[in-house]
C-alpha cells in the first residue's frame, strides 16, 4: 500500500523547517507527503505565562486532536514540547538526530553580568530559575512568542538580554552574533530533538519514519524524558536534565530548582550505556530522596497545580 503522509506542523517559520526536514528525509526514502499546517493553542495566546495556562502538552494538543480526528498521519514536534505521557493511541514513530541542546544568551552587551542591575528575558520557568541560581540579584521578565517574535521584542525592550534555545536559532538560521553560550545552564529534556508521532495503528507511517530515527538520540532524551516523568514535572517545574554518550558511557546530569532559583538539588551519573536502562529514573528518585519531593510539592502549590 501506498499513499501520501499528511505531515502535521504548527505554522511557525521554526515548525515549518522542522517539518520540512522531516517531508525532505520522507520523500528521499520514495514517501510521498503534504505539509498540514495548524495553529496551536501555545501560538495563539501570547499575552500569559505557559505555566499559568495550566495545559500539558500546549503545542502539541492541537495536532494530536487533528491526528486522532484523521485529519492528519504523523505530527512533527519540538520534543522538549511534548508531554511524557502521549495521548491513548498516539506513539513515538521516530527521534531525529539531535541538534544542539544549548541555551544561549542573545545580549546587548555583556558588562551587566558583572553589576546588580540586569534584566533578564525568558518564559520559561526552568532558565528563570537557573539564571536566579546564578544571578540572584538580576531581574527576569516573562517573554512569549516564536523565536522571531521574541527576538523584536528583546529589541524593543530596554532588556539586557534573552535567553534561547541554539537550535531553534540555527535551524532558522538567525542566531546573531552578540550571543553567549551558556554551558552552565542545564537544558530541557530532550531540547534540540524533533520527535515525530504517529498512530499506534498506522503501520504504513510507523515503518516509513522508522526508517528516519537516530537511536543514539532517543536513548539520551528517552533518558531525559524519564527523568522528567518521574519528578512529575511537565513544563511547569524548573527541571532540568541531559544526558550524553561518550566512549561507549551514559553521562547524565539532572537538577531541580526552585522557582526563585534559590534552591538546587542536582544528581550526576556515569555508567556503561548498556547499563542505563532505568537511570533516568533512578537519577529521579535521588532527587526526590534529597528533599525533591517537598521542592515539587512547595512548587505545585505555588503554581496551583
Not at 501506498?2 to 526536514?21: C, F, N, P
Not at 538526530?97 to 541555551?103: F, L
Not at 519528578?231 to 566512549?247: Q, R, S, V, W, Y
Not at 532527587?287 to 512547595?298: C, D, Q, T, W, Y
Request: glycine share 8%; proline share 3%.
Amino acid at each position: 500500500m501506498s499513499k501520501v503522509i499528511r505531515i502535521g506542523t504548527r505554522d511557525s517559520e521554526l515548525a515549518l523547517w522542522q517539518a520540512k526536514t522531516v517531508q525532505n528525509a520522507l520523500e528521499h526514502t520514495g514517501h510521498s507527503t503534504k505539509l498540514v499546517p495548524v495553529k496551536s493553542t501555545g501560538d495563539l495566546n501570547l499575552d500569559q505565562p505557559l505555566y499559568e495556562m495550566g495545559i500539558t502538552g500546549i503545542f502539541t494538543k492541537t495536532l494530536d486532536v487533528a491526528m486522532i480526528k484523521g485529519e492528519i498521519d504523523i505530527a512533527v514536534h519540538s520534543m522538549k514540547d511534548v508531554p511524557t505521557a502521549l495521548p491513548k493511541g498516539i506513539v513515538e514513530a521516530a527521534v531525529m538526530k539531535r541538534a544542539s541542546n544549548k541555551d544561549i544568551l542573545i545580549h546587548k552587551g555583556v558588562e551587566f553580568l558583572e553589576s546588580k542591575d540586569g534584566i533578564i528575558a525568558t518564559g520559561s520557568l526552568r532558565r528563570k530559575a537557573q539564571w536566579l541560581n546564578k544571578y540572584p540579584e538580576h531581574k527576569v521578565v516573562d517573554l512569549r512568542g516564536n523565536v522571531n517574535t521574541r527576538m523584536k521584542k528583546l529589541e524593543d525592550n530596554d532588556w539586557n538580554g534573552a535567553i534561547f534555545a541554539a537550535a531553534g536559532l540555527e535551524r532558522i538560521e538567525i542566531k546573531p552574533e552578540n550571543f553567549l553560550d551558556l554551558n552552565w545552564m542545564i537544558p530541557a529534556p530532550a531540547q534540540g530533538a524533533m520527535l515525530i508521532v504517529a498512530m499506534e495503528k498506522d503501520n504504513y507511517c510507523r515503518e516509513a519514519l522508522a526508517m528516519l530515527n537516530h537511536k543514539e538520540s532517543e536513548t539520551c532524551v528517552h533518558l531525559e524524558r524519564e527523568f522528567l516523568q518521574v519528578l512529575e514535572g511537565g513544563c511547569t517545574a524548573p527541571i532540568g536534565a541531559l544526558a550524553k554518550i561518550l566512549n561507549g558511557n551514559v553521562h547524565f546530569k539532572g537538577a531541580l530548582f526552585s522557582l526563585d532559583g534559590q534552591q538546587k538539588i542536582e544528581v550526576e551519573r556515569t555508567i556503561p550505556m548498556d547499563n542505563s536502562s532505568g537511570l533516568g529514573k533512578e537519577c529521579a528518585l535521588e532527587i526526590l530522596n534529597n528533599g525533591g519531593k517537598e521542592l515539587m510539592a512547595s512548587i505545585k502549590a505555588s503554581l496551583n497545580i
